[in-house]
């Protein structure tokens, strides 16, 4: 990203933007219900739904994003709600170092980063979960970003995972909890408990 994508999510949040959109994903809520919580990581969290939510569930949270606006509404509202995050101000694509390689569970929701995606089975802990889910290409009418820039090709999540165990993935059109259909790709990876990839 750039000092300009910055402003704009800055600019964007600061008029109101996904001010409705307190409830956490349908898919995080169903892929958590079985993973021990420890240490987790929410990249991209925006106003911090999702990182609220983990809290909430008994994990540990690290939760970063670029906006300094949208992080000061997601800390007001985990203070409100009583769950401590750990909120980082920063530009993911500029700066992909992350606070640790040891989490339990990784997530990465409707932020296409590919560069980004493939190093993240290494900040898992042997047996740690990797919970992903994107704007998909589609030539249907859905909510979400006009282009195809931001939403991947059909296959591309499973390739950008290739040799991790996969416990779940699905491609196609959803009902959003606002009424929205979306189009996504969605998959959950499992580290291997021996650390390793399978094909390293």
Known sequence: MSEADRQKWNARYAEGAYAGRTYPGEYLVSRVAGIEPGPALDLACGAGRNARYLAACGFDVDAIDISSVGLERARAQADAEGVTVNWIEQDL?????????????????????????????????????????????????????????????????????????????????????????????????????????RDA
Do not use: C, W
């Open 93 to 197: 694509l500029e700066d992909p170092n992350l606070p640790r390689s040891d989490y339990q569970l990784i997530i990465l929701f409707r932020f296409v980063a590919p560069e980004l995606l493939n190093t993240l089975p290494a900040h898992l802990r042997p047996g740690g979960f990797l919970v992903v889910e994107e704007h998909l290409q589609t030539d249907d009418q859905v909510a979400g970003p006009r282009g195809n820039r931001f939403r991947v090709a059909p296959g591309a999540l499973a390739a950008s995972l290739a040799g991790m165990p996969v416990l779940e993935s699905f491609e196609g059109l959803v009902l959003d909890p606002d009424g929205e259909q979306s189009a996504v790709a969605r998959i959950t990876v499992q580290k291997p408990l021996g650390g390793e990839n």
